[in-house]
Every structure is written in C-alpha cells, then in structure tokens.
C-alpha cells in the first residue's frame, strides 16, 4: 500500500476520484448536513471539473522528467509486459465496454423537461399604471410610514396576508403554504435574507400589484401564479401588507439612499 | 423513516422540556407569541374565528371548548402537552394548519401554555394522559384480511366507503360539533390524513377517535368487546394497505409509452395495468376571483399511450361525489354556507330554493402549437393574445374540445376529433380520452420526441366548483415515445469497436518499439 502510494501513477489516479467524489457527492450532498446551503452540482459542470483536474495532474507530473517517468511505468508495463498478460487482456475488454456504456448514456431516450432559465428578481419598469392611474416607482417611498398609525397599517396588512397570501406563501413567510408545492415557479421565500432585505418597498408594491402576468419576458409571466392584485387590493391595502412583511420578518428594506439599482439578478 | 426521527426529537426534547419547565411555560410569553402567529386564523380570543377561518375547511380550533381532534388521549378527554406540541411543530396535514419550526423551544412551550388557558378546561384535576396503545401484532396479508373484517364491523365504510375514499353513503351529511360540514377523510392519499399516515398514527386516530367530528373512538367498541385491540391494531394496517403514506414523487414529465399491438379502447383497469402513472397535485384557484380556498379535487393520477396513429389518457381522481348527485344537495348547500365564496354569485345557499346541480368536469390544457422557446400560453386557461387547447369533460355534456383564453372564456371546438368516456366508481372518477396523434385545422399535433405543456383543472359540482372556482396545476410537460431507433444500438457499439481497434494499435505499438 505505501509503496503504491509512492507510485506518482496512482498518486494522480487518487488525486482524481477524491475531485470526484468532492464535486459529485461532497458538494451536494454533504454541505447542507452540516447547514451550508448548497445544491447538486450539474453533471456538464462536473465534468468541466473534472477535465480541469485531469489535465493539472498531466501537467504536474510531466513537469519533472523523472518523475514523468515513474508516472508512465505502470501503464507501460500494463502495455507490454509478460506478466501483465491477464491484466491487458481484462483491461483490452473492460475499457471499451466503459466507453460504449458512455455512449449509450448520451443516445438512450431521455425524459427530462426542457431547461428553462428564469430571472427571480427582473428589473422593474420606471413607471406602471395602477388602476389607470400612473404610478412613478422610481424613488417611490411606502406612503404609510408618513400617515396614520403603524400599529393600525400593521394589522390591517396581516389581515390582507393571512387570508389571501398564506395558501401559496405560508403562515411563516416562507413559502410553503398549503398550496406551495402545486405552482411553478414555487412561491417567494420572505424569511430568505436574499429576498426582502434585498428590494426597495417600491419593487415589492410592483410585484404585489402586477404580479405574474405583469413579469418582463425574461421572469415566464406565463408560469407565476402570482395574481395581479390590483384586481383585488387597492393602494393603501398592498402598502399596508409590505409593512406587514417587513416587520413581520424583521428585515429592513433597501431604501433609495443605498447606490445602485435593484433587481437584475439572474439565478 | 425521517418523520419518525423527527418525532423522536419532538419527544425526547418535549421530555427534557417536561422536567425543566414544566411550571416555567409562561402564559404571557405565550400570548405574545400566539398574538404574532395564530390569532389571525384561531382568533383573538381562541375562538376560532379568525378574519382567514371563512377561507378554511375544517375551521382552525376553537381552543375556548378544548376539544381536539388529534390526541392520544381517550374520548372526550383533553390532550396531553404532547400531543399540542406535536401538532404546532409538525402541523396537520391536509389541512391550513402548517408546522412551527420557526418558533424555538420556549416559545413553543409558552404558547402551549397560553392555548390552554384560552379555555376553562385545562388545570382541573389530574393531567390528561396518554391511552396505553397496546402492542402492534404485526402487518401482513393475513393481518390486513383480519383488519378488512373490522373495518366492515366498525362501519367504517358507511363514511370512508368501501375503498377508502370517503365515498361512504353517510359522507354528504357529516358535520363538525359546530355545524361545519366536513369530509370523511381519503384514507387512501396518507400523506393528507390529519395526524399523519403511518400505521402508529392510524392506529392512535381509530383508537381514540377525532372529538369533535362524527369520527368515533374504536377504544368504546374494544372495551364493549366488539373488537380485540390486536384487530384494532390489524384495521390500521389495513387502512394503512390502501393507500401511500407518502405522497408520489413529483415527476414533470408525462411519459406517453409506444405500443405496437392495440391502444387501450376504455379506461378499465384491465387495459391499462402496468402503464407509468404520473401524480400532479392541484390547488385551489387562488388567483382571480371569484377564489376557491378549499378545493376538493386536491390531485390527478395520469397515464398515456400512442402507437404513433392515436394517443390515449386516462386521468384519474377522487371525488367522493358523482355530481349531480341530489344525495349531495344538503352537502352543498352547508359547503357554500361555511366557505368564503370571494364575491361567487351562489350556486344555491338554502334548501328551500330550486336546486343547481352543478356536474363534474375535468380539463386537460395544451398550447395549440408545440412552443419553438420557452414561452408558453399563461397556465390559467391561456390569455386573449395566446389561447390554450383543451380537452374536456363534464358530467353532462360529456367529451369535448375548447380554445381557452382565460378561465373564463372557453370557446368549444364541435369539429375537433377527440373522443372518450368517464366512469365514477368508489369515489373515483376515471376519465379516458382518444384523439389522432396529428391533426388538421385546429387544435395540436403531437410531435413524437417533443416535450409538450400539459396541464391539468378539475371541477366538483357538489361542492358548487364551477366556472373559476375549481382546481388548478401548473405547467407540466408530456413526451410522447419515438419509435425504437437503430442509433440507440449502433453507437454504443461503434464506440466499442472504435476503442477496442485504437488500444490493440496503442499496445501494438508499444510492444513493438519495447523489443526495439
């Protein structure tokens, strides 16, 4: 065993099927055991990887003549030596066989759904007709925080929240109410540090009020069930449930001080 | 298997939580928590009476009257602390009332605390404790067959029907302790049962039955020895056998098989054994009033085939009514009391007026064009700007084509070819839909090979389900099989050659200049 780890040939063969298993397992499926968001890394990306690996061990080994030496010798044993007779006759089978069921994977019949590319948060119009009436969404601030009581917006917004936002996004803001897992694209996470904290009070009265059929091409109007509430809510009524979701969240949203434009962000 | 960690968790942290708060929940604490949380669907006061509850059936609890469905206690008796903790932090399926994970430790205790003391219930004399729930003798066909015989014996069938549906001829007339019309449960889709799917779960419902709801506890029957508390255990495993704990795994693609010989010509069972079937759950149309909070087709079992001349489907669904139906007119009349209709012109809300009976129905939706992009008509029934094709099938006028350009304008197509027929049995309704795989004039040729939208809407009449108020699925995708090609053979093997020449050359080689 120490001796085959000396080997340069098998040290790189190590070197390799550890790349692998971090890329196709380590990645996925291990972070988010220990709490680190993480998803599958995609077959095309893994394979990127693994090229980039492969061709580093090549160029590490055949950087030093003597050990680009050493690193051959297994395989030129394999190759031509008497002994090896039993293993280049396994291997004269086994290799092809690998590369056929490669092959084969690629040109079987597949059943997966078409990729589709979706931008979460599209940038917003500079202006949007509420009812007929234009409403200027650049530098918009949430007209409540200047009138009335909180404390009265607040619960009025729960009110709006609770009966018609909880079906799709959940009595915990989180996106998983009773009917969450029926719609696709599934319904925005509010606890999500990258979702409220992340638009300005404008942005979300925009999404609230145009919903899924008022989405840019580029956000699938035609999948969201997002309904465009301005059938449903008035002005005051979906201000008074963006407060609710901030302050029930605890996040703060992002104001027009802060540089930059929001949105935009593609996934 | 990670349900029943996560209920050990819930237990042993409620154990240790027993010995160092027992006296430290804090009813204060409690009420701010449930003020912040619960008060808008339970009520300020605990009534159940929340401003949500008119969208809700079953209502959220009236903690004033303490009667609780989901227990391990006996009859009539109050729950332990257990068992409230067990329904904030996992929450009841099927129902509006979800998991609490988001509330910590403490905060789940003080809330405990303060439910209880919405009501004069709790705190007199002894703590309510957990019925002892015996042994489990153990499934098998031989325990099911047992436990078949006790569901005919308890008369369960009289509500939940003889599959399990809750197609029982009692169904129409059941109601909650405060008049709310409520359903026999599916028995056959676990994963919606209240207090969970597994044979456990079963078996604690049966034994000490739902307070509050027609649902008896089987402990009176075993005590007056009608029933052995093995058969009791042996009745969950039979309940558990008709259905799934789990809800099917969520596939988007419907993958329509090619067969050489004949298609299925109805939707019998006997034609379409061993044919793929596809799970889409659905929801209520919560999207453009008038809104449907409580749906009752709630998801659709599909299957396909072609042989490259016609396509058949076969969709399924339970539904525990054949609408119309007049057995179910009482039904409906207190479902269209009970529910937020969201501005809905009544279909009827009294008795005494001259019925509407509204029929079943069921729409399969795709775009008349295999899309070239990504875009597609909107999943509601299409827009004005790109309409959908729809098959359809109502309970009256039977199978039909449309073009949908919304929910609410649906234009038939008399022309289109397609053909079918439905059956309602046991709860079920079985629909079976032919059409060519190509077609002229209007209306979609399927392309062999070619991911195509499809979508899904269900309507029950006897819940008053008609126009918008229905059930609805988002996109999903069907794949009609291309015929078997050569290339799937040809080039694995011309991959095999191709190797196996390049290595005997390689090694050739190698020899050769070994030997110099």
């Keep these: 065993m120490k001796r085959l780890l000396k080997q340069p040939f098998w040290q790189g063969a190590i070197v390799v099927a550890i790349a692998y298993v971090v890329f196709k397992y380590l990645i996925g499926y291990a972070l988010p055991i220990i709490g680190v968001s993480s998803a599958p890394v995609p077959s095309s990306v893994i394979l990127q990887y693994m090229l980039t690996v492969f061709v580093g061990v090549l160029l590490y080994m055949s950087a030093e003549e003597g050990r680009w030496g050493t690193f051959q010798k297994p395989i030129k044993e394999a190759m031509v030596s008497r002994d090896q007779k039993n293993l280049r006759g396994v291997l004269m089978v086994v290799i092809p066989i690998m590369v056929g069921w490669l092959a084969y994977q690629n040109v079987k019949p597949s059943f997966a759904a078409p990729a589709t590319l979706r931008s979460i948060h599209p940038a917003p119009p500079n202006e949007i007709t509420f009812r007929g009436l234009p409403i200027q969404l650049t530098g918009l601030e949430n007209p409540l925080h200047e009138n009335g009581s909180l404390e009265e917006h607040l619960q009025v917004g729960k009110a709006i929240y609770v009966k018609n936002c909880v079906p799709c996004h959940g009595d915990l803001l989180d996106g998983a109410g009773h009917f969450a897992q029926v719609f696709n694209p599934i319904p925005a996470d509010f606890t999500n540090s990258g979702t409220l904290p992340m638009l300005t009070e404008s942005f979300v009265f925009w999404r609230i009020a145009k919903g899924g059929p008022g989405l840019p091409q580029e956000g699938t109007p035609w999948d969201s069930a997002m309904p465009a509430w301005e059938n449903i809510l008035d002005e005051n009524e979906i201000w008074s449930v963006i407060l609710f979701l901030y302050d029930q969240t605890g996040f703060s949203p992002r104001t027009w001080h802060e540089e930059g434009e929001e949105g935009g962000e593609e996934h | ?516």
């Design chain 2, 1 to 516: 298997m990670r349900k029943t960690v996560r209920r050990m968790v819930v237990l042993i942290t409620g154990f240790l939580m027993g010995f160092s708060v027992v006296s430290g929940q804090d009813v204060e604490a409690g009420k701010v928590v449930y003020d912040k949380w619960c008060a808008e669907c339970h009520g300020i006061d605990g009534l159940g009476d929340g401003s949500a509850a008119t969208t809700m059936l079953p209502r959220p609890r009236d903690f004033s009257q303490a009667r609780y469905q989901i227990r391990t206690t006996g009859s009539g008796q109050l729950p332990t602390d257990d068992d409230l903790r067990l329904a904030i932090q996992e929450g009841l399926p099927g129902t509006t009332m979800p998991g609490w994970p988001n509330l910590s430790g403490p905060e789940t205790e003080d809330v405990i605390a303060y439910v209880k003391s919405l009501s004069r219930f709790f705190g007199q004399g002894d703590p309510p404790q957990s019925l002892d729930f015996g042994s489990d003798p153990g499934g098998g066909s031989e325990a099911i067959e047992i436990g078949a015989q006790a569901y005919l014996t308890l008369e369960c069938e009289a509500c939940h029907g003889s599959a399990g549906r809750g197609e029982g001829t009692s169904s129409p007339t059941l109601e909650d302790w405060r008049g709310f019309p409520i359903r026999a449960a599916d028995l056959t889709e676990g994963w919606y049962l209240n207090g969970g799917g597994s044979v456990e779960d079963i078996h604690a419902r049966v034994l000490t039955g739902l307070d509050g709801t027609p649902m008896p506890a089987a402990s009176d029957a075993m005590n007056a020895g009608v029933v052995s508390p093995d058969e009791v255990w042996q009745l969950a495993h039979y309940i558990a056998s008709l259905g799934s704990a789990e809800m099917p795994t969520l596939r988007d693609v419907v993958r329509v098989a090619r067969v050489e010989g004949t298609l299925p010509t109805d939707g019998s069972e006997a034609e379409w054994e061993g044919v793929d079937t596809f799970y889409f759950p659905l929801a209520g149309q919560v999207i453009q009033p008038p809104r449907n909070f409580a749906p009752t087709v709630d998801g659709v079992y599909v299957q396909g085939l072609h042989d490259g001349v016609d396509i058949v489907l076969r969709v399924q669904w339970h539904d525990p009514s054949e609408s119309p139906d007049p057995a179910w007119d009482e039904w409906q009349v207190k479902f269209m009391n009970a529910i937020d209709l969201d501005g809905d012109s009544l279909v009827v809300d009294s008795l005494e007026a001259p019925m509407v009976r509204p029929p079943d129905a069921l729409a399969v939706q795709f775009p008349f064009e295999i899309p070239e992009g990504t875009e597609r008509p909107y999943f509601l029934m299409g827009d004005a700007r790109n309409p959908v094709y729809l098959w359809t099938w109502n309970d009256q006028s039977g199978i039909g084509a449309g073009r949908g350009r919304g929910l609410d304008s649906v234009e038939e197509l008399p022309e289109d070819p397609v053909t079918g027929n439905a059956t309602w049995e046991d709860g079920r309704w079985t629909l079976y839909f032919r059409r060519a795989v190509t077609m002229e004039g209007d209306g979609l040729s399927f392309q062999e090979g070619t991911a195509i939208p499809v979508a899904f809407l269900a309507w029950d009449g006897s819940s008053g389900e008609v126009g918008k108020r229905n059930s609805i699925s988002s996109w999903y995708y069907m794949l009609l099989d291309k015929p078997a090609s050569s290339t799937v053979v040809v080039a694995p093997l011309i991959a095999i050659l191709l190797t196996g020449a390049l290595g005997l050359v390689l090694v050739r080689r190698a020899q050769d200049r070994e030997r110099g």
